[in-house]
């Protein structure tokens, strides 16, 4: 995750296995949310079914305003797996989660956003080892 000025406020990702039944409305819940500050990074974790294809399909046809990429896994990794290779590719300092089984409201992302910039987190600390 990066703090650049160009940086988008938010990164969305959609992180899918074997839902080919549900991952077009995921995907385009994503892809139809009210923010305009955000990317959207696709994730299959390996799927035997057409769950990846479903996905690339609604990138290439995507025409809107975000940045979007499509990653498939050679093999399954598992989400903590899957969630320590995507994190670091996030250009944003805040990161949305939707399943590949989810539908989101289109005002969730500019809810997120909303609420992250109202709230103040305190920086991380450490406690010093003796």
Request: contains cysteine.
């Amino acid at each position: 995750m990066t703090n650049n000025a160009t940086a988008p406020k938010l990164t969305v990702l959609v992180l899918a296995y074997q839902q080919e039944r549900f991952i077009k409305c995921a995907v385009e819940s994503a892809m139809a949310q009210d923010a305009s500050d955000f990317d959207i990074i696709l994730s299959d974790d390996a799927s035997t079914d057409k769950t990846f294809e479903i996905m690339k399909s609604c990138t290439e046809s995507y025409s809107g305003p975000h940045k979007i990429k499509c990653i498939r896994n050679s093999s399954n990794k598992g989400l903590n797996a899957r969630l320590n290779n995507l994190v670091p590719m996030a250009r944003s300092t805040h990161i949305m989660c939707i399943s590949g089984d989810d539908i989101s409201c289109p005002n969730r992302a500019s809810k997120i956003i909303e609420t992250f910039e109202k709230v103040s987190f305190p920086p991380k600390t450490v406690p010093k080892l003796a």
